[in-house]
């Protein structure tokens, strides 16, 4: 049962992408945490009476759980740690299963939690109405903790138009659990006696079909009034970089640019709606730094030429503006480039990525040479404040940045109206990540109510509007410029403005439930004591 709904939840994320199955992945790890354990006795029918879990063997059953789920959806892992962190295939296999073993905690407490609100005998009714909250609990410590929130369940049902726009109230949050309360239900119909249990069994799976058929919802295609360009750049990763191929990769670029920009704008007026007013380069493996005149030269000229304010991913090697921060300190930034030619603005990433753009406890890693050697020592930015581009303001954020809901709602709730995402999904290969990636930079847009414009390196480049829809796109793997539409807008969502209220509540609401059965229990052994 462990394994099955291990399975089952590798599934509803790309690149399997079933996402109908989320409604009943985990309804097997539920039931096998409550028939766990034979009492011993029979019963009528001459099966063996189960019980649930005790908590260490609902650990370890929810952890093997999660392990099994991470390797299945975070495999990539081994072939970037083995192509581009330069470790031998030993190593990275190694990587990948430390990753697994420490992230697979979070399902382990999961199921820790949950046995704890087991009542006593067989009274399975309090763990089952604390189950998805306590899954929101460590959802919430998942991002906050460890900062990997990669997969979070709601995003399985981002292209369900009417369920997903709960997240404009509690974020993915609400989602998922919506997600685990069908799941619990369709546990329970397994749990109740065997004469109650097609009734409860046909009611879940009903509720499922009506929530799933959300989906089929059309919503009305939303007006854009301005237009982006977004340059999908498709440099290799693993480039070899001499001064010769730095400036035809940067003059093919920038040629690029200004033929698509010409293209688009040719014999029309200024005020023609859909006419190119910005143009976005993504976080790129090229050694684009600000501050180098060989960079800074060629972009200026192309703001100039094609009289267009221009976002692009740079190495910053001195601190924004501000920052208060010592000048020998490299970032990755976003910089933004005015019609004028001048550079007038810049984000600095300020959620790095663990073994990408910095090692974490460099000491207890040391015998990975070829990992630190590779990995980058970028420094966090201080500020999530957009960047004003003439009369528009950015919310820029990097790559990673965008599977963290919290952090993303920050640039919209500062007036940001509308997202950029720039990322280099090369790391990535062929592998399932970017597809996920993608998801989860969508859910944002809906959270927030904002068109979003996702910049790649290799793809997934596309215009993105607020139902989380991508209105266009580009193929990946190719060197191309994409015209997207968007629109800005200055309205905020309840979730923008108060951020993720709804998970900390399900976490207050786990505690109580977890504090209450502690009660109850020492409750309970007093009058044991007191009959005795």
């Known amino acids: 049962m462990v394994i099955l709904s ?34 011993g006795a029979l019963e009528i029918a001459g099966t063996v009476n189960l019980q649930a879990a005790k908590p260490g063997q609902a650990f370890l ?38 990753f697994c073993l420490y992230l697979g905690l979070y399902h382990g407490l999961f199921g820790l939690l949950f046995s704890l609100t087991v009542g006593p005998g067989r009274d399975n009714r309090r763990a089952l109405v604390a189950a998805p909250f306590l899954w929101i609990a460590v959802e919430l410590a998942r991002t906050r903790v460890t900062g990997f929130p990669w997969n979070l369940l709601g995003t399985a049902q981002v292209d369900n138009i009417s369920l997903s726009r709960i997240t404009t109230w509690t974020g993915v949050y609400g989602v998922s659990f919506e997600i685990m309360l069908v799941n619990v239900a369709v546990a329970a119909s397994f749990l109740v006696p065997r004469k109650k249990r097609s009734t409860l069994l046909i009611a879940s799976l009903v509720a499922a079909s009506v929530l799933q058929a959300g989906r089929l919802v059309n919503a009305p295609a939303l007006p854009a009034d301005h237009a982006a360009l977004l340059v999908q750049e498709n440099i290799p990763v693993d480039a070899t970089w001499t001064r010769d191929t730095f400036e035809r990769t940067l003059r093919q670029l920038t040629d690029l640019t200004a033929k698509a920009v010409a293209a688009n704008s040719s014999g029309a007026p200024d005020s023609k709606p859909g006419k190119v007013d910005l143009i976005v380069w993504p976080e790129s493996p090229a050694p684009f730094f600000a501050s180098d005149p060989l960079f800074r030269g060629p972009v200026s000229e192309m703001a100039r030429e094609t009289h267009t304010w221009v976002v692009t991913g740079a190495i910053g090697s001195t601190p924004a ?38 090692l974490p406890f460099p000491r207890l890693f040391a015998f990975a040479g070829g990992l630190t050697k590779e990995v980058g020592e970028f420094q966090p930015g201080a500020s999530r404040a957009p960047l004003d581009a003439g009369s528009m303001r950015l919310g820029v954020f990097i790559c990673y940045e965008s599977v ?35 998801n989860q930079t969508r859910m944002r847009a809906i959270e927030n109510d904002r068109w979003l414009l996702s910049a790649t390196n290799t793809g997934v480049t596309a215009s993105i509007d607020p139902y989380g829809r991508t209105v266009a796109r580009l193929p990946r793997k190719e060197r191309v410029a994409l015209v997207a539409p968007y629109a800005l807008t200055s309205v905020t969502t309840f979730y923008t403005r108060h951020g993720d209220w709804f998970c900390r509540l399900c976490a207050i609401i786990s505690a109580g439930a977890l504090l209450t059965r502690f009660g109850l229990r020492m409750k309970a052994g007093k009058k044991a004591k007191v009959s005795s």
Not at 329 to 340: C, E, G, K, R, T
Not at 411 to 436: E, I, R
Request: charged letters at 10%; proline letters at 6%.
């Open 6 to 39: 291990s399975l089952l939840q590798v599934l509803i994320f790309p690149l399997a992408g079933l996402y109908i199955l989320s409604w009943v992945a985990f309804a097997p790890l539920i039931v096998a945490l409550l028939r766990a354990r034979p009492v």
């Open 61 to 98: 059953l929810a952890y093997v759980s999660g392990i099994v789920w991470y390797a299945g959806t975070c495999y990539w892992i081994y072939n970037t740690m083995h192509e581009y962190g330069g470790l031998s295939t030993p190593l990275a296999l190694l990587a990948l299963f430390l």
């Open 321 to 358: 503006l501000g920052s208060g921060r010592p000048a020998s300190q490299v970032f990755n930034s976003a910089a933004v480039v005015s019609p004028s030619g001048d550079w007038t603005a810049r984000y600095d990433k300020v959620h790095l990525v663990p073994f990408g753009e910095y």
């Open 404 to 438: 963290f809901p919290g952090e993303v709602r920050e640039f919209a709730n500062q007036g940001a109206q509308v997202l950029v995402n720039l990322s280099n999904d090369g790391w990535y290969g062929d592998s399932g990540a970017y597809a996920q990636h993608l």
